[in-house]
């Protein structure tokens, strides 16, 4: 801890570090972007049994829900137009720049966007979008976001919504997260963050309707409503379009449940199959170790056998395992 202690350092010191860190921090973060679209590009998430680039972000690499889907919008439009990420790492644009930038680039007016937004805050880069394109930039936000947020009573009246801290950086412009691949089927948990314009007529409706089911619903909560009524408008739907009944939906649903539960079993199925051949290439670690103390072969065959059972166990662990098994001649000291 005592490295992140500054205060004994100068402020010329001070300064200066903090210049080079932010120097080094856009580098980074440019790079980072590259990666991220290049393994997003060959789909390296899918042999290592991740259902989307988005949930490989957060349950490997541990981004937030938004961190991810900003950085993956970012690294598609990157690779698209590279020169994103030479203003990012030169400090002429922003991530969050970036992200409100992406769904208006082409490859035609791409420097000229670029240009025209350099060194510009975010408002301000709102401000020049939407005079530039109109009301094409009142586009629907769908972002994934925590349980936690989720929960957030959300503000139904004319002006700015209060949400989550992180919400700010968050693009008004940004793609739907279909884009980033992120199947809510797969990822049964997880919630969304909305922000869409409406008309007057709509926040009406809106209104009206909950006020309806106040008796059912508790507090202020919006998402109920929308649930609500997407799932009457969707029945209406398919009855017109496709003559649906009540069983053949009930039959859709547990198709779709069926494959959900498939997914899981692929994943869980590759997850343990991981674990399973890194112990037979720890065994043989485990029997050159049991070895050099001393162990006959048969004896240390035998006993790494017997470890490979142990599920995400670190060499070390195995070790001790197998000199348990063999009586524990010898012991094993943390870090030998």
Known sequence: MQEYSLAHVDDAVLLRDLTSLVVRDRLNTALLLAHIGEVDARKLYVPIGFPSMHAYCVEELGLSEDAAYKRIQAAR????????????????????????????LTLENANDLIRAV??????????????RFGRSCEVSRVTPVSPIVSAVNLQL????????????????????????EAEP???????????????KETYEKLRYARDLLSHALPGQQIAPVLDRALDLLITQLEKRKFGVTDRSRDAQLAAKD????????????????????EAKDQAQDVIAGLKSLGYRPHEAKRAAEYCESMACATLEERLRAALGYLGGRFSIRPGT
């Open 157 to 180: 009246a004319p002006g700015q919504v209060e949400t989550d801290p992180d919400s700010e950086s968050r693009s008004a412009n940004s793609k739907p997260s279909d884009d980033i």
């Open 185 to 199: 089927e797969d990822l049964p948990d997880e919630n969304y963050f909305l922000q869409v314009t409406i008309s």
């Open 77 to 104: 439009a990157a690779r698209q137009i590279p020169a994103l990420l030479d203003a990012l790492a030169q400090g002429e644009l922003h991530l969050a720049g970036i992200c409100l930038l992406a769904p208006h």
């Open 258 to 277: 069926a494959r959900t539960r498939a997914r899981r079993e692929k994943r869980a199925y590759a997850a343990d199959q991981e674990w399973r051949r």
């Open 118 to 131: 350099s060194r510009k805050r975010k408002m301000e880069i709102e401000t020049y979008l939407a005079r």
